[in-house]
T-cell receptor
Framework: AQSVTQLGSHVSVSEGALVLLRCNYSSSVPPYLFWYVQYPNQGLQLLLKYTSAATLVKGINGFEAEFKKSETSFHLTKPSAHMSDAAEYFCAVASYSGNTPLVFGKGTRLSVIA | EAGVTQFPSHSVIEKGQTVTLRCDPISGHDNLYWYRRVMGKEIKFLLHFVKESKQDESGMPNNRFLAERTGGTYSTLKVQPAELEDSGVYFC????????????FGPGTRLTVT
């Protein structure tokens, strides 16, 4: 069975500060990993994905994540937070391909303080 | 290109009533998924269609939930009769069969059962 743990249901950063959202996964098979973002009153938007190619994955809006197999982690980072980054972020895992059901973490709500 | 659309955006019904949610996937996407997020919990998988066939319905909570995808295009999710614990946000997602199969999500339907 697969599972995802997101540490911290709420993270608050100052504008311009580093954003670090943590995600650890459990999977008995090589995983595909995803980060999604949900802005208020919108659906989930794919930020980036890991599909067994490069371990450092760059996504939209300046976000990136690094797959670390030894740590079973896929943490999301952004060097400098912007007010528009305030949203809820979800880490998800799928097996083999994206055409299998996603298993989500509980989500982390990011607040950006001016 | 139009994204995944869902109707209605909100629905408030009384316990015991019936509600039907609709999802229109991205044109050409064979895979269609339903997920649900109950308040305070993680987003959970309900079922997966490949074209008009149910590939995996292991996440359906009980037989009060009925999903259909006639003709392999749009899908409906009917809840009959609705119970209080069915309240939550129902997301639909679609993906292509080729490639990684990354899932594109709709804005969700917020269902409130009173």
């Amino acid at each position: 069975a697969q599972s995802v743990t997101q540490l911290g249901s709420h993270v608050s950063v100052s504008e311009g500060a580093l954003v670090l959202l943590r995600c650890n996964y459990s999977s008995s098979v090589p995983p595909y990993l995803f980060w999604y973002v949900q802005y208020p009153n919108q659906g989930l938007q794919l930020l980036l994905k890991y599909t067994s190619a490069a371990t450092l994955v760059k996504g939209i809006n300046g976000f990136e994540a690094e797959f670390k197999k030894s740590e079973t982690s896929f943490h999301l980072t952004k060097p400098s937070a912007h007010m528009s980054d305030a949203a809820e972020y979800f880490c998800a895992v799928a097996s083999y391909s994206g055409n299998t059901p996603l298993v989500f973490g509980k989500g982390t709500r990011l607040s950006v303080i001016a | 290109e139009a994204g995944v659309t869902q109707f209605p955006s909100h629905s408030v019904i009384e316990k015991g009533q019936t509600v039907t949610l609709r999802c229109d996937p991205i044109s050409g996407h064979d895979n269609l998924y339903w997920y649900r997020r109950v308040m305070g919990k993680e987003i959970k998988f309900l079922l997966h269609f490949v074209k008009e066939s149910k590939q995996d319905e292991s996440g359906m909570p009980n037989n009060r939930f009925l999903a259909e995808r006639t003709g392999g295009t749009y899908s409906t999710l009917k809840v009959q009769p609705a119970e209080l614990e069915d309240s939550g946000v129902y997301f639909c997602a679609s993906s292509q069969s080729s490639g990684v199969g990354e899932q594109y999500f709709g804005p969700g339907t917020r269902l409130t059962v009173t």
